[in-house]
């Protein structure tokens, strides 16, 4: 899967721009107030809907599934729930 030309997007490696997504959710839990809460809620949303479209690939145009790209994607979605549930307060 990393030497397919879905590896990378606009040139950037899937990997990084994990990389980039994971640290926005550790950033957002360190700062204070409603800053981190929807810095956090924005992150989780934005790495959720990309992991679907990552997943989709796999599955349908890939045909091989990554158990990483998976444990990340649940992830992903228990970090946007969670998120979700500290924007309501």
């Known amino acids: 899967m990393q030497s397919s030309h879905y590896a990378a997007v606009l040139g950037v490696p899937v990997s990084v721009l994990g990389f980039v997504g994971y640290s926005g959710l550790l ?5 204070q ?38 444990a990340s994607a649940a992830i992903m979605v228990a970090a946007v729930i969670c998120a979700a549930l500290g924007a309501r307060r």
């Open 27 to 31: 950033l957002s839990a360190v700062l």
């Open 33 to 70: 107030g409603h800053v981190g809460v929807y810095l956090g809620f924005l992150m989780a949303l934005v790495g959720t809907v990309f992991s679907v479209y990552l997943t989709y690939l796999e599955v349908f145009l890939i045909h091989a599934i990554c158990q990483w790209c998976l």
